[in-house]
């Protein structure tokens, strides 16, 4: 049985989306986080991002990394300009997102990924998503 699952909260005031997965985090567990934000009320483009990957189990197939790759190219129009912050805490996590980022040369989105493992990484993310230091954000979220 696959464990995978995910929370997530759109912050309009923050203009962004956190969202954090926990278990296994494959293409399956993308796809349907996606789905899920997108259907939400307030959902919007141009919306940020902060996805928390850390304590995930990382499993991805290279074909998988191929059809991820045919979506980001098929939503490009629907997406709006945003950046992408990703939490992570291993090496797979980190050389995966580093591929799924080389095959987006879109200029409407710009990627980060910030490592948990290397100390305190909450002011940098804020700062990089231009939300204010003070500003509350989710509980779920794993930020030092």
Known sequence: MR???FEFFIDLPANCIFAKHY?????EASI???KAVAADDCWQKGLNR???LTGCVIDWETEDVRTMSDIISSQASSRGTYREAFLV???LAHGLLRILDGIDPSPTI???????RKGAVRGDILN????????SIPG???LL
């Open 3 to 5: 464990n995978s699952s």
């Open 89 to 91: 805490d291993s090496l």
């Open 23 to 27: 278990g296994i985090f494959d293409l």
């Open 32 to 34: 349907t986080r996606g």
């Open 110 to 116: 710009e990627y980060q990924i910030f490592d948990n």
């Open 50 to 52: 902060m996805i928390d």
């Open 140 to 142: 779920f979220i794993s």
């Open 128 to 135: 990089w998503l231009q939300v204010d230091a003070n500003h």
